[in-house]
């Protein structure tokens, strides 16, 4: 694309990529000066033009100009390159029904099953925590939610394959540092606020501020969906334009599940919409689960869905990878993986563990918490397994360049009459509690859900997934013991 049909009044050069990162080779690239928390961009800018950069776009004075280089000076080169990068890739946003999911908790879960309920019907995407998919792509994760130029490409590239709709993950942080600014959202999705990043938002006001910018940028042809029974969630849409639509247990709503069964391997509940009740069945287990589903039915139905087909088409939702993922390989107890790393996530996966173990087994928990991240929930997650578990297991998540032990002592201050042990290895410790395991026992394995990588002092490093270790653990050890002990 030419420069001039990007920006007014610029050269007619032909402009082949977008960059923000000046150490990346780019032929033809247009280079924009972003100011991050640890580096500003203005400082590059020679090192831009040597991998590439024809064009600069710059907010403050460059030490330097080039003669055989076009600048282009603007006031905010966050807010250009939202415009610019949309307009680069066509405005794909435009083009696909968007869901957006925002919330402490939920996000993946929710998003994955619109993509399944809406894939029902027409071709739709996903992007977040889990994956990149669309069609027959499935990507690795970038971030939760990608920046603005990968934003833009990934939405140009589901529409090149078809797809018509797409469910992604928000961010707090992605709201924050405005990467889906040029997004055009059709439904913005609440589903609860808890505690989490505040070593990024300092504050937990300034948390929620960064969540309810979603709402406040809707305007009166979009749609807001709200968990009215969590304690901000009347807040969250405070002053929003869009239709808002409600969905709870605890409260009157627009979308509210009551007669709730939880059983350990399906829930049946009864949906109230618009006074008309309706039976649903579903392979999703624990109460926050039910939540999510309401949010995805209440999304869908106000894009046009029909209501009764979106409720026949829930028994098809598949297992949300490392969401309350069962590991079922013939063993006589209970595996669960799950991505819980905030203590709402935790105590929520606890209370269910407690309402499907018997009282007389144990609930053995294997988690960490992520190393150079909110430090002040270690504690907390300490005191929530406590409460709930007979054995705690502490042991390595994203480390990074932190010591693992010292992270694992950060959450035993928490524990004060529960066994604990730290294991650093997490295969390690998660092979010491499939074999301690009993017959009816529920294991607990929290905190990265099917990752497939680790973050440690030497960067992103492969990681097999908890629950293929899992897996592997119970056929290696496991039922190898298991069949020696026969004779």
Known sequence: MKLNQLIDGTPEIEIEHLATDSRKKYKNS??????????????????????????????DELASYNPNVTYIRVKNTVKALNMIASRFYGHPSEKLTMYGVTGTNGKSSIAKMIKDLVGNVKPCGYIGTIAIEYGDVKLPPLLTTPDVIDIQRILADMNDAGMKACALEVSSIGLEQHRVDA??????????????????????????????????????????????DDPRGNDIVKGCKAHCF???????????????????????????????????????????????????????????????????????????????????????????????HTPDGLKQIFEFAAKITPVDRRIIAVFGSAGKRDTKKRPIFGQLADRYCDMIILTEDDPRDENPIDIAQDIAQGISKTNYIIIESR???????????????????????????????????????????????????YFENDDENAY
Not at 259 to 266: P, S, T, V, Y
Not at 267 to 279: A, D, G, N, S
């Open 246 to 340: 409600s969905y709870g247990i605890v409260n009157e709503a627009d979308y509210r599940a009551k007669n709730i069964h939880i059983l350990a391997d399906r829930t049946i509940f009864t949906l109230e919409v618009m006074r008309k009740e309706y039976r649903v069945e579903t392979n999703l287990i624990a109460m926050f689960n039910i939540y999510n589903l309401l949010a995805a039915i209440a999304a869908l139905h106000q894009t046009n869905y029909d209501l009764e087909q979106i409720i026949e088409a829930i028994p098809s939702i598949g297992q949300i990878d490392g969401r309350m993922e069962k590991v079922e390989e013939g063993q006589p107890f209970n595996i669960l993986v799950d991505f819980a």
């Open 183 to 228: 997004v055009d959202f059709d439904v913005a999705i609440f589903t609860n606020f808890t505690h989490d990043h505040l070593d990024y938002h300092g504050t937990m006001e300034n948390y929620f501020d960064a969540k309810k910018v979603l709402f406040d940028n809707l305007t009166d042809r979009q749609i807001a969906v709200y968990n009215v």
């Open 427 to 477: 295969y390690d410790a998660i092979r010491q509690a499939i074999e301690m395991a009993n017959v009816q026992d529920t294991i607990l394995i929290l905190g990265k859900g099917d990752e497939e990588f680790m973050y440690s002092e030497y960067g992103r490093e492969p990681w097999p997934g908890d629950q293929n270790v899992a897996k592997e653990i119970l056929h290696k050890y």
């Open 30 to 59: 247009l280079f924009f000066c972003i100011k991050g928390l640890m580096h500003d961009g203005h400082r590059f800018v020679t090192m831009a033009i040597n991998n590439g950069a024809v064009a600069i776009v710059h907010s």
